[in-house]
């Protein structure tokens, strides 16, 4: 029980005065951190590493429950596994003996959905992440970024309320990196979800987030919250060479400096 008021009506995620301390460790990880994301924004989480940005993405998917403080998803509070969260893991995750198709497929089958409309709703989704051609086969046959297409699929295929991205794009090189993000801009044009991802790349922030959460480290908490004003749709290419995205990447880039700087005089 808590004795908190509930989000107003709009968040689709909440944390409130949310500490969480690993059994055994010293410190927490994250502490005292407050955040809410309103319904059907994209919001980015940066910030150094080990600063708890996983830790946050697996309150809200619930598999983490916090120390102190209470998470709100949708004004109830998380109490256990979050099944209205798609949570695109670091990793692909892929299940190495289904096919393409029957990854991308999974949640539909799970939800008992009826073979022609999972049909048909696969094949649409392997168009729009460019694998045609390659459904049939398996995850290992696939390069790096198609198994995060593949990966991204399978998390939007069902119309999940809230996507969590945990570095979506991290490995991938740099061209492969930037046609998933303009793709992912694309997509979620149409779809309009609450989307949070994690990343430790300052541009892939501003090109996709319509805030941007700065995170400081020892224990994790968040230092600012920034608006990224530009108009949707986005295009990747027009917005770097525009004025105002280096402004903001000035700025971002300031309050990560000195979060560095900061840890460097600790
Ligand atoms: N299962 C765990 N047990 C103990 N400590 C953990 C565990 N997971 C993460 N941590 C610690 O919590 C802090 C935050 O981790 P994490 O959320 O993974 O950071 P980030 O994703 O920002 O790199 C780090 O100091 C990390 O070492
Ligand atoms: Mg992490």
New binding site residues.
Partial sequence: MTTQEPGPPGDALRLDGVTLE?A??HRP??RDVSLRVARRKLVAII??????????L?LAAGLLAPTEGTVYFDDEPVTALNPAAAYVTQQANLLPWLSVRANIGLALKFRHVPKGERDDRINHWIKVVGLTGFENHYPRELSGGMQKRASIARALIYDPSIVLM?EPFGPLDAITRLRLQQDLLDLWQEQRGTLIF?THDLNEAIYLADEVVV?SRGP?TVREVLQVPFSRPRDIGSLVESREFADLYNELWGLFKAELDHNEAA
Avoid at 47 to 56: A, Q
């Fill in positions: 690993f055994g460790s990880a994250i910030g150094p590493s080990g600063c708890g940005k996983s830790t946050i697996n945990d994690v995170m994790g």
